[in-house]
């Protein structure tokens, strides 16, 4: 099973709005990431955490806010979000060992910021 | 980041064989993922290099060169439903994945 499920799948807010993505795994991955993905365009980095500490954060704006409650668990906050946030937020996991650190990736959220 | 290259489309016939080159930079490499993805879908997992050379999978395959910072991936007996966006992926320090622009390949009868 390689499975990464990612609620909701599709989100529409305002720019005032407070809202979060979900993202599960259960495959025992110690790694977790969040991506930001513009249409026509490759998944940007945004977040790592590992071993549910934060890693890696690729100079996010602060209305964005990761948090990992469990190993297989990742969540990302979202506040007074602008426009061109409007995109596909995609998370994945990977096993954080070695060389082989293959990512699986969920289906990911559609984002609209009105 | 870290000037991973990739053609942006390429165009091939049913049947046939087609490779996709991958550059980029090699300080602080860890491993290259190919990864398939259709439009409005999520990346999904083709294949991956670590150590130089051929790695075969089904009608997939990858290559790398880590001295020259070169990966292709070869895709042989083309269906149509190949066609998608092609991403490459590298990974540094472990947990620092950059992707390429990826390369749209368009499948014809």
């Known amino acids: 099973d390689t499975e990464v499920t990612q609620t909701p799948k599709h989100l529409v807010m305002g720019m005032t709005n407070k809202k979060s993505l979900k993202c599960e795994q259960h495959?025992?991955?110690?790694?977790m990431y969040w991506y930001k993905q513009k249409a026509k365009k490759p998944p940007e980095l945004m977040f790592v955490y590992s071993y549910e500490k934060l890693s890696i954060n690729e100079s996010v704006p602060s209305r964005f806010s990761p948090e990992c409650p469990n190993s297989s668990l990742l969540n990302l906050h979202l506040h007074a979000l602008q426009p061109e946030d409007s995109a596909l937020y995609l998370c994945a996991s990977s096993q954080d060992k070695g060389a082989k650190n293959i990512q699986y990736f969920g289906a990911g959220t559609r984002l609209s910021v009105l | 980041g870290q000037n991973i290259d990739q053609p942006t489309e390429m165009t091939a016939t049913e049947g046939a064989i087609v490779q996709i080159n991958c550059t980029y930079q090699t300080s602080g490499f860890n491993g290259l993922f190919w990864y398939q993805q259709h439009a409005g879908e999520a990346p999904t997992f083709l294949s991956y290099?670590?150590?130089?050379g051929l790695e075969e999978k089904g009608r997939f395959s990858s290559f790398l060169s880590r001295s020259k910072g070169y990966s292709y991936l070869l895709l042989k007996e083309l269906q149509m439903k190949d066609s998608a966006s092609y991403l490459c992926?590298?990974?540094?320090?472990?947990?620092?994945?950059?992707f390429g622009s990826g390369t749209k390949l368009n499948v014809k009868p």
């Open positions: 290099n670590v150590l130089d």
């Open positions: 992926a590298v990974g540094y320090n472990f947990n620092k994945f950059y």
């Open positions: 495959m025992g991955h110690r790694a």
